[in-house]
């Protein structure tokens, strides 16, 4: 085994492509909480922001103003692992490459979520005697890009299920004939 190429198999690809809908689906959860929890605070808190800290500040800038970049980072992303699956079950590349950047989508969730919770429980003594708060970051961004990474992931999978029952028929008896008939 040592020194020879690994060739990357139908359960790798299998697990990959699993994985990597995982990983998008925990980082919509993620982007999800983080908006549902911005939205729970009041507008009233964030008037006199100078004496907040910068870590509640540039949680509430980063959730509200880049709320379609976050969309748009974990539709890439999903896009971006989705290619690399593609190409490892075309054996052009490892599909260690996509179990990577899967690992990285995850650890990048665990990074957001650590600092939502940090965002989150610096305010939670002053918003609680404030009353509640109406929506500042809005749900149709997010609805859009879980609609269409729902359907990247299903079109890729489907792809190559149909890729691979098609590869698996082998010649027809059209090929046969046209290589035994005289020119």
């Keep these: 085994m040592l020194g020879h190429v690994r060739r990357t198999s139908r359960a790798d690809v299998g697990m990959s492509i699993a994985f990597v809908g995982v990983a998008y689906l925990v980082w919509a959860l993620t982007i999800g909480v983080i908006r549902h929890s911005i939205n729970k605070l009041p507008p ?19 959730a509200v103003n880049g709320a379609l970049i976050w969309d748009v980072c974990g539709v890439t992303w999903l896009l971006i692992s989705l290619v690399l699956v593609v190409g490892a079950a075309r054996q052009r590349w490892s599909v260690s ?14 990074l957001l979520g650590l600092w939502g919770v ?17 929506p500042s970051a809005g ?7 879980f609609a269409i990474a729902l359907l990247l ?9 149909s890729e691979r029952a098609r590869l ?3 010649p027809s008896l059209r090929d046969g004939l046209r290589t035994h008939v005289g020119s």
């Excluded at 009233?44 to 980063?62: C, I, K, M, N, Q």
């Excluded at 490459?97 to 665990?110: K, R, Y």
């Excluded at 992931?153 to 299920?161: I, P």
């Design 118 to 134: 940090l965002g989150m429980l610096t305010l939670r003594g002053v918003a609680s005697s404030m009353p509640s708060a109406a």
């Design 44 to 62: 009233a808190l964030f008037a006199g922001a100078s004496d907040l800290s910068a870590v509640v500040t540039s949680f509430r800038a980063a």
């Design 168 to 170: 698996r028929r082998g």
């Design 153 to 161: 992931w299903a079109t890729v999978l489907v792809w190559l299920l």
């Design 97 to 110: 490459w996509a179990w990577f950047s899967v690992l990285l989508q995850a650890l990048a969730c665990v």
């Design 139 to 145: 749900w149709t961004t997010f609805s859009i890009a």
